[in-house]
């Protein structure tokens, strides 16, 4: 039951993206893998990708996969859901990946596992933002990558989910409402970037401008401009932080 001031445990948090998160909230819009392509193509001017030893954290349905497979040979793909694992591993399109279902308490790999880590929407349904960004930088290696695309609520979608977590619980509601019954944390960049403390972030985007600006369930625009509003507007300088999702690319100095 739902009621003002009632809050998950991390262990309902857990079960639920474990056991009862619906299909749905198992992918991404299309969009998002232009704007990871982007990110891709900046770090490969200053690396080999080749030779990088990659994880996608979350992999959900793992549709970013097939872009990944583009650029990397070795992937790992993680995620707490065995259905997510389980149609994942059902794609075709997806070879040579080595598929984890990961437990409730610790990523299972060693420390400097990974040379490039992938965090796509997942890190907002998380019970612990700092512990699992601890984790993260555990097993990245020293001079490693991260890529994460998370929500951004710096815009009037925030001020709805302030209102709606408030009269209900923390975490309650998402613009799309992908989840229902999930959890979602009030995100912003400061906020992630505060989690990336010891790294170097290079290269930012913003995008779903219109989600972010637009009134709840209403377009205010016509489909023809639909990457305008979800990916151009996130290039300018002055409009990244405050679309519906930020992405970051940092590296590990530390």
């Given amino acids: 039951m739902i009621f003002k001031g009632a ?145 951004n609520y710096w815009n009037p979608r925030g001020i709805s989910k302030k209102i709606i977590d408030f009269f209900t619980r923390e975490g309650f509601w998402d613009p799309g409402r992908a989840h229902p019954g999930g959890y979602e944390r009030f995100m912003t960049p400061p906020k992630l970037l505060n989690q990336l403390k010891g790294f170097k972030t290079f290269w930012t985007h913003g995008s779903d401008y219109g989600t972010a600006w637009s009134p709840p369930m209403i377009k205010m625009y016509p489909k023809k401009f639909d990457n305008f509003f979800e990916i151009s507007l996130g290039k300018v300088s002055f409009l990244k932080k405050c679309g519906m999702n930020y992405y970051l690319l940092a590296q590990k100095l530390k």
Wanted: charged letters at 25%; a positive charge.
């Fill in 7 to 151: 809050k998950l445990t991390e262990t309902e948090i857990l079960n639920y993206y474990r056991y009862k998160a619906p299909t749905s909230a198992m992918d991404s819009p299309q969009f998002q893998r232009t704007i990871l392509q982007e990110a891709l193509k900046e770090l490969s001017a200053k690396t080999d990708l080749s030779k990088m030893k990659v994880l996608d954290f979350g992999c959900g349905l793992g549709n970013n996969l097939k872009l990944f497979m583009k650029y990397f040979a070795k992937i790992t793909a993680a995620d707490i859901s065995p259905n997510a694992i389980s149609l994942a591993k059902k794609n075709r399109n997806l070879k040579k990946i080595d598929f984890i279902l990961l437990n409730k308490n610790k990523l299972p790999f060693k420390p400097n596992s990974f040379d490039f880590i992938l965090a796509a929407e997942a890190l907002e349904h998380v019970p612990n933002l700092t512990k699992t960004m601890s984790q993260l930088k555990r097993i990245l290696k020293k001079n490693g990558y991260i890529l994460i695309s998370a929500p």
